[in-house]
T-cell receptor, first 111, second 119 residues
């Protein structure tokens, strides 16, 4: 079993839709949870960061962490064509520790 | 803030030559830098974890004599692919973090990547 599971997609939605991206994990020691956005042939860009459980909102993006279910989500409201990218979840157990990545979900927002 | 650069962005070399890739944190200091490899349409594969002033820790299956990592300062790490072969062609990405006193705990910031093509 992989440490982190993520549906690879592709996920195709119309512009303006609400997008829900999810990851599940097996290691209860994970405390740091990140979402990265990666455009083709570019390095990943940090979108959202959450420590432990709870919700975090930044503009059109909301990250949720449910440690009891070992489940994290990223919601994108009013999706735009520029949101079309691959979204990677990442998590780690300790500060300075290595990350465990999901496989990435490819999102396509159609105009 | 929290910008990481990589140089070169793209390199083409002949089989058997060595290639050096630099990773710099431009506006923060990071005790830890990571090197990843990414194949098309796949996620990131961690190659090694590099701490300033000490030897890198390599992931299982990664040849440390082939992928030499040097972490000379809190803002610079280098990856040298020695005696490169076509199968080493890939997208290499570094990350740094967390930044001392600047970025949140547990975070990593990625460089733009280096595309290596070995002929």
């Amino acid at each position: 079993q992989k440490e982190v599971e993520q549906d690879p997609g592709p996920l195709s939605v119309p512009e303006g839709a609400i997008v829900s991206l999810n990851c599940t994990y097996s290691n209860s020691a994970f405390q740091y949870f990140m979402w990265y956005r990666q455009y083709s042939r570019k390095g990943p860009e940090l979108l959202m960061y959450t420590y432990s459980s709870g919700n975090k909102e930044d503009g059109r993006f909301t990250a949720q962490v449910d440690k009891s279910s070992k489940y994290i989500s990223l919601f994108i409201r009013d999706s735009q064509p520029s949101d079309s990218a691959t979204y990677l979840c990442a998590m780690s157990a300790n500060n300075f520790n290595k990350f465990y990545f999901g496989s990435g979900t490819k999102l396509n927002v159609k105009p | 803030g929290a910008v990481v650069s990589q140089h070169p962005s793209r390199v083409i070399c002949k089989s058997g030559t060595s290639v050096k890739i630099e990773c710099r944190s431009l506006d923060f200091q990071a005790t830890t830098m990571f090197w990843y490899r990414q194949f098309p349409k796949q996620s990131l594969m961690l190659m090694a974890t590099s701490n300033e002033g000490s030897k890198a820790t390599y992931e299982q299956g990664v040849e440390k004599d082939k992928f030499l990592i040097n972490h000379a300062s809190l803002t610079l790490s280098t990856l040298t692919v020695t005696s490169a072969h076509p199968e080493d062609s890939s997208f290499y990405i570094c990350s740094a973090g967390p930044g001392l006193g600047i970025t949140a705990e547990g975070t990593q910031y990625f460089g733009p990547g280096t595309r290596l093509l070995v002929l």
